[in-house]
């Protein structure tokens, strides 16, 4: 059974603060790693791709770990429009895609 | 505005009855995603097409449930004979895809469709 499990939170972090979520996946084979963001009765939309070798977006890191199966992302002076639903995706090249339950983030002022 | 598009964005419908959503990609997008999300969970992948074949199929995917995209552009999500257990938001998705089967390539979600079965 493929799963990609994720601390539902939530995690309530004051502004400016250094926060770091984790996802693991069940499935070795699984070939791409994406990080999603879904607002309170919005449609997910794409955060940021999760490579081998990690990479970084302005205040967003995300890192892969194939030997250890587990994706995580790091958010650094986090705003208050950080506050949302991060969703860890994982693609197995086939049945589109599959995605976690969650990890909900509170920022707060 | 250019992204993808849903109608209606809300249907309430009594157990039994039969329901058609229709989901409007970006335009040339070739891939076309299924999703259904209830509440504190993820969405859960149920079809998608390339173009106009449907060429996966979620094991969620029931026979009361049924997708079509005609003509390779908007697609069609019809439920039959609804149950209370289909509540749910459906959410469509497309991306542009060159081929090969591992969806690497980013998909573009609507806004959804929320179903509420009485």
């Known amino acids: 059974r493929k799963e990609v499990e994720q601390d539902p939170g939530p995690f309530n972090v004051p502004e400016g603060a250094t926060v770091a979520f984790n996802c693991t996946y069940s499935?070795?084979?699984?070939?791409?790693f994406f990080w999603y963001r879904q607002d309170c009765r919005k449609e997910p939309k794409l955060l940021m791709s999760?490579?081998?070798s990690g990479n970084e977006d302005g205040r967003f890191t995300a890192q892969l770990n194939r030997a250890s199966q587990y994706i995580s992302l790091l958010i650094r002076d986090s705003k208050l429009s950080d506050s949302a639903t991060y969703l860890c995706?994982?693609?197995?090249?086939?049945?589109?895609?599959?995605f976690g339950k969650g990890t909900h983030l509170i920022i707060q002022p | 505005d250019t992204g993808v598009s849903q109608d209606p964005r809300h249907k309430i419908t009594k157990r039994g009855q039969n329901v058609t959503f229709r989901c409007d990609p970006i335009s040339e997008h070739n891939r076309l995603y299924w999703y259904r999300q209830t509440l504190g969970q993820g969405p859960e992948f149920l079809t998608y097409f390339q173009n106009e074949a449907q060429l996966e199929k979620s094991r969620l995917l029931s026979d009361r449930f049924s997708a079509e995209r005609p003509k390779g552009s908007f697609s069609t999500l019809e439920i039959q004979r609804t149950e209370q257990g289909d509540s749910a938001m459906y959410l469509c998705?497309?991306?542009?895809?060159?081929?090969?089967?591992?969806?690497?390539?980013?998909?573009?979600f609507g806004p959804g469709t929320r179903l509420t079965v009485l």
């Open positions: 499935n070795s084979a699984s070939q791409s």
């Open positions: 995706v994982v693609s197995e090249g086939a049945d589109g895609l599959t």
């Open positions: 999760v490579y081998s």
């Open positions: 998705a497309s991306s542009l895809t060159p081929g090969g089967a591992v969806h690497t390539d980013t998909q573009y």
